[in-house]
Protein backbone atom coordinates (compact mmCIF):
# COMPACT_ATOMS: atom_id res chain seq x y z
CA UNK A 1 0.00 0.00 0.00
CA UNK A 2 1.22 3.07 -1.15
CA UNK A 3 1.29 6.77 1.04
CA UNK A 4 -0.91 7.96 -1.44
CA UNK A 5 -3.57 5.57 -0.15
CA UNK A 6 -3.24 5.98 3.35
CA UNK A 7 -4.67 9.68 2.62
CA UNK A 8 -7.73 11.00 2.79
CA UNK A 9 -9.22 11.99 0.22
CA UNK A 10 -10.22 15.56 1.04
CA UNK A 11 -6.24 16.11 2.61
CA UNK A 12 -5.06 19.30 1.75
CA UNK A 13 -1.41 18.80 -0.22
CA UNK A 14 -0.26 21.31 1.93
CA UNK A 15 -0.32 18.83 4.91
CA UNK A 16 2.41 16.45 2.85
CA UNK A 17 5.76 16.82 2.40
CA UNK A 18 7.78 16.16 -1.15
CA UNK A 19 8.53 12.32 0.03
CA UNK A 20 4.55 12.10 0.86
CA UNK A 21 5.08 12.22 4.69
CA UNK A 22 2.70 14.23 6.92
CA UNK A 23 4.04 17.30 8.00
CA UNK A 24 2.08 19.07 11.26
CA UNK A 25 5.23 21.51 12.08
CA UNK A 26 7.91 23.97 10.04
CA UNK A 27 10.72 21.58 11.13
CA UNK A 28 11.01 18.18 10.14
CA UNK A 29 12.62 17.71 12.96
CA UNK A 30 9.55 17.95 15.04
CA UNK A 31 7.16 15.68 13.26
CA UNK A 32 9.75 12.81 13.44
CA UNK A 33 9.84 13.64 17.46
CA UNK A 34 6.17 13.76 17.85
CA UNK A 35 6.30 10.27 15.96
CA UNK A 36 9.02 8.81 18.41
CA UNK A 37 6.95 10.13 21.52
CA UNK A 38 3.73 8.42 20.11
CA UNK A 39 5.50 5.31 19.41
CA UNK A 40 7.19 5.46 22.99
CA UNK A 41 3.38 5.92 24.69
CA UNK A 42 2.51 3.24 22.72
CA UNK A 43 4.79 0.86 23.97
CA UNK A 44 4.36 2.11 27.56
CA UNK A 45 0.54 1.18 27.01
CA UNK A 46 1.33 -2.36 26.04
CA UNK A 47 3.41 -2.77 29.11
CA UNK A 48 0.17 -1.09 31.04
CA UNK A 49 -2.21 -3.73 29.66
CA UNK A 50 0.38 -6.79 30.02
CA UNK A 51 0.44 -5.87 34.08
CA UNK A 52 -3.20 -5.08 34.19
CA UNK A 53 -3.46 -8.71 32.84
CA UNK A 54 -1.24 -10.31 35.26
CA UNK A 55 -2.71 -7.98 37.89
CA UNK A 56 -6.50 -9.81 37.01
CA UNK A 57 -5.24 -13.28 36.82
CA UNK A 58 -3.67 -12.76 40.00
CA UNK A 59 -6.78 -11.32 41.94
CA UNK A 60 -9.45 -12.81 39.53
CA UNK A 61 -11.02 -9.00 39.56
CA UNK A 62 -11.40 -7.37 36.04
CA UNK A 63 -10.66 -4.31 35.81
CA UNK A 64 -11.83 -1.63 33.34
CA UNK A 65 -9.74 -1.14 30.71
CA UNK A 66 -11.27 1.48 29.29
CA UNK A 67 -11.26 3.48 32.49
CA UNK A 68 -7.60 2.69 32.48
CA UNK A 69 -6.74 3.42 29.06
CA UNK A 70 -8.93 7.01 29.55
CA UNK A 71 -6.60 8.38 32.48
CA UNK A 72 -3.27 7.01 30.52
CA UNK A 73 -4.20 8.86 28.10
CA UNK A 74 -4.98 11.79 30.29
CA UNK A 75 -2.18 11.60 32.32
CA UNK A 76 0.34 11.60 28.89
CA UNK A 77 -1.43 14.48 26.73
CA UNK A 78 -1.98 16.52 30.23
CA UNK A 79 1.16 18.64 28.88
CA UNK A 80 -0.45 19.22 25.67
CA UNK A 81 -3.94 19.80 26.79
CA UNK A 82 -2.18 21.97 29.13
CA UNK A 83 -3.61 20.62 32.18
Known amino acids: MSDEQLRPEDAP ?32 WVQEERLLALEEAKSGETVDRDAKAKEFIDRVFAPIRGA
Open 13 to 44: PSLYDDHGNPRFFADPAMDRFVAVVMNLAQEV
